[in-house]
Structure formats: C-alpha cells, structure tokens
C-alpha cells in the first residue's frame, strides 16, 4: 500500500514469474484503511500496484487492515494494538494458510 513498497514488490513479482513460471505464486496483501492510514496516496498505490499482482500470482489474499485492527481489539483483547500485534496476527494467518504447502500430510 505504500508508495515504493507497492512499486518495488510489483516489480520483483513480475521478475520472479519471468524466471519461475511453472511455480505457484502466492501473494498476501494488506490493504490500507483510509481511518487506519499514514498516508494519503496508501489507497491510490493500492489499486494500482492490484492489477500487476493479479496478473502475475496464482491466488492472491487480500488481507483488510481495519478488520486486522478490529480483530485485535475486539477479539484478543489489545485495547491499542501496535504494529508487532498487527503483523504478528498477519504472519499466523500466512503460517495457517500455507502450512500444506510447506508440511507433508
């Protein structure tokens, strides 16, 4: 969402489909809140840099940082969650999510 972030992943992303093709891609985006964002153009990159991401990943999660926030407050009881909370929440979603890709059974 941000603004070389979203530009610089694009682009590695579009390399890595070049040189492994026949390989799945997965992508996990979060996407920006406009009560939650530090910048104004979060959205703006957002969409932009979507189209590319598409066009070169297999399946693509879209991850929204308001309910990742909400979900931190309300149902773990963090009353201010920081970041730490928010990406630790995240990369239990992604461990979840491809636990069969990495783990025989």
Do not use: W
């Not at 959205?43 to 926030?69: C, G, Q, R």
């Amino acid at each position: 969402g941000g603004g070389t972030g979203s530009g610089f992943g694009s682009l590695l992303l579009e390399r890595l489909s070049v040189d492994y093709g026949k390989k799945s891609k997965l992508d996990f985006c979060v996407y920006p809140s406009p009560e939650l964002s530090s910048a104004v153009v979060e959205p703006y990159n957002s969409v932009l840099s979507t189209h590319s991401l598409l066009e070169h990943t297999d399946v693509a999660f879209m991850l929204d940082n308001e309910a990742i926030y909400d979900i931190c407050r309300r149902s773990l009881d963090i009353p201010r969650p920081s970041y730490r909370n928010l990406n630790r929440l995240i990369a239990q979603v992604i461990s979840s999510l491809t636990a069969s890709l990495r783990f025989d059974g």
